[in-house]
């Protein structure tokens, strides 16, 4: 799962306010829809990265190489 930059939790208080053309919601509401998200993800036996794009691209490959290597192990 790649994230943009809305409501990273590095950079968003629980109460900030979010506003996009589409809708209005707080950080809290968002990351609660996006844990809700994951774990349907993960309860139909995917196995869920998230990486922000503030966190780079090339990190979160490296991440995820890093976790099916350790798989193979």
Do not use: C, F, N
């Not at 589409?22 to 998230?50: C, P």
């Amino acid at each position: 799962m790649i994230g943009g930059e809305t409501a990273h939790p590095s950079k968003y208080r629980a109460r900030d306010t979010i506003v996009t053309a589409k809708s209005t919601y707080t950080a809290r509401e968002r990351w609660e829809a996006d844990a809700k998200r994951i774990a349907a993800l993960e309860a139909l036996g995917y196995w869920v990265l998230v990486v922000w794009q503030s966190d780079g691209y090339a990190k979160g490959a490296a991440a995820l190489w890093e976790i099916l290597r350790a798989q193979d192990g």
